[in-house]
Structures are given as C-alpha cells and as structure tokens.
C-alpha cells in the first residue's frame, strides 16, 4: 500500500455517484489533516521508532523512540543513545543515516580490522588511555548483544 490516503480518494471516484463516496471523500480529507509522513534519512529512507540512527559520520548511535514535528514544522526524532540511557531530542537533517544494530560478528569483525589497522601503523598512535577507551567500548557493546 504505497499512499492509502490517495487510494481511499480513488475508491470513492470510482464509486462516483454512489451512496458513501462523499463519505469516503471526507474520511480521506480528515486522514490527510491527522497524517504524518515519516521523516525520512540521508538516503530517503523513512525513520521508524525502533530504528538504529546515527546523527552524522562521527556521531552516536541512537535508538529512535518517537518522530514527530517541532514548532517550526521541522522533522525531529527522539533516541536514546548507545552508552547511555538519557532521552534526546535531535532535529532531523541530511546527515542522519540508518545504522545496523551491533551482532557478535560484527563487533569481531570491526576489532579485528582495528587491531589490523594498528598493526600497521595506519591512521594515528592511540595512547594507553585511547586504548582503554576503545576496549571499554567494545566490552559495553558486546555485554549490550548478549543480553
């Protein structure tokens, strides 16, 4: 069902006419007033509750618990954040993309390429704190995946 509003608006034309076209007419119009698009990502994608969002390249992961419309007619989202379990509130615009939640796999994976990375001096030298950042991070991330 791609627009159910536009397809209750065709069902009444095609009643044209008959008993409960207007009525489907109106229903269609009151819908309309009442109804939301869902604010859409980067990459057109829409952005449900329960989705896994990241605001721009560098940023946190969220988890999306409501969309809606600011004062300024503005898509916004409510997530929680990845380490953490205050709720925000985040404008939406072109920098946020949709993100795949954290599996065993991956999480190996991504450690795997960061030790490979490092093993071959690419990008920076992370200091002893960095490292213990880093190791924190995966330990909360993979405690998040099994429980």
Not at 18 to 26: S, Y
Not at 67 to 88: D, F, H, I, K
Not at 102 to 121: H, I, K, Q, W
């Amino acid at each position: 069902m791609e627009d159910p509003i536009q397809e209750l608006r065709d069902l009444a034309v095609s009643y044209h006419g008959e008993v409960g076209a207007i009525d489907m007419c109106e229903i269609a119009d009151e819908i309309e007033r009442a109804y939301m698009k869902l604010p859409l990502d980067a990459d057109g994608v829409p952005i449900h509750v329960g989705d896994y969002v990241r605001l721009n390249p560098e940023g946190g992961i969220f988890t999306v618990r409501g969309v809606g419309v600011n004062s300024a007619g503005n898509p916004v989202m409510w997530g929680v954040r990845e380490l953490n379990t205050q709720t925000t509130r985040h404008r939406i615009d072109g920098e946020v993309r949709h993100v795949q939640p954290d599996t065993v796999e991956s999480l190996l994976e991504e450690a795997l390429d960061d030790a490979a990375m490092l093993d071959r001096g690419v990008g920076y030298w992370p200091s002893a704190a960095d490292i213990t950042n880093i190791v924190n991070d995966y330990a909360e991330r993979i405690r998040r995946v099994v429980d």
